[in-house]
Structures are given as C-alpha cells and as structure tokens.
C-alpha cells in the first residue's frame, strides 16, 4: 500500500507541474475570430506579439518560462515532503526522508529564485544598455 500512495505522490508532483506549465498555452492559442488579441485591443490595451519584440526579450520570456516550472516543480518536492510528513504515522525513517525532500525543495526554491533575478537584472543591463529598449 505504501509503494502505491508513493507512486501516487511522485505522479502528482511530476504531471500537475507539467499540466500548468503547458495549461497556458490553450490561452495563447488563436482562433478564427483574433482569439484574445481583439479582446485586448477592443478594451484598450497594447498588444503585441513574439515577432515584435528584440532578442533579449524573447531570450528573457523563455528563461523566465523554464524557471517558473523548475519554481513549481521544487515547490512540489516541498508539498511532497509535507505529505509523507503528515502519513509518516510515527516512522521515523520517513520522517527523516520528508523532512531531507522538503529541505532540498526549499534550497532549489532559492536558488531558482536568485537565478530569476541575476537573469532579470542582465536581461534588463543588455537590453537597455546593448540595445536602447526602454520600456
């Protein structure tokens, strides 16, 4: 039974990251009639699209894309670990296990987090000082 609860848990932390990290897509998705483009523009808003921003934009888009699933999927190790806590029942095996999955969580959740703002600040250096974009 428990091999089972853990396989369980190990599919849950691997396919809900993936589903949200590839659930947005359907939002970008466009259809016959202009899709969420001609909403934006009837509401007043600016829309642009890939093809009109500048290299470091795009290469900041996919960064900053690749480490908000590497955030998800550290922050799933750390609710994971939560979980084999609150099922531990006394073992303290698991206990000790949980408690080293929640403690890599939260040092990956960091480093994730400081790799999103060195990547911010040199996207914004390159692209203010390489390329003149002020936005």
Same mark, same amino acid.
């Given at each position: 039974? #428990? +091999?089972?609860?853990?396989?369980?848990?190990?599919?849950? /932390? #691997?396919?809900?990251p993936?589903?949200?990290?590839?659930?947005?897509?359907?939002v970008?998705a466009?259809?016959?009639?202009?899709?969420? %483009?001609?909403?934006?523009?009837?509401?007043?808003?600016?829309?642009?699209?890939?093809?009109?921003?500048?290299?470091?934009?795009?290469?900041?888009?996919?960064?900053?894309s *690749?480490?908000?699933?590497?955030?998800?999927?550290?922050? /799933?190790? *750390?609710?994971?670990? /939560?979980?084999?806590?609150?099922? /531990?029942?006394?073992?303290?095996?698991? *206990?000790?296990?949980? +408690?080293?999955?929640?403690?890599?969580?939260? $040092?990956?959740?960091?480093?994730?987090?400081t790799?999103?703002?060195?990547?911010?600040?040199? $996207? %914004?250096?390159v692209?203010?000082? *390489?390329?003149?974009?002020?936005?």
């Amino acid at each position: 039974m #428990i +091999k089972n609860i853990k396989t369980v848990k190990f599919l849950f /932390a #691997i396919f809900i990251p993936v589903f949200l990290f590839f659930s947005n897509q359907a939002v970008l998705a466009k259809t016959e009639l202009g899709g969420l %483009d001609n909403t934006a523009k009837g509401a007043g808003y600016k829309v642009e699209n890939m093809e009109s921003k500048q290299l470091p934009e795009i290469i900041g888009f996919y960064i900053n894309s *690749v480490l908000s699933l590497l955030g998800i999927v550290f922050m /799933a190790l *750390v609710m994971w670990g /939560a979980f084999d806590i609150s099922g /531990a029942g006394g073992n303290e095996e698991v *206990v000790k296990d949980a +408690k080293a999955r929640i403690k890599n969580g939260a $040092i990956g959740i960091l480093i994730i987090l400081t790799a999103f703002f060195i990547t911010k600040a040199f $996207i %914004d250096f390159v692209s203010q000082g *390489v390329f003149n974009l002020n936005y």
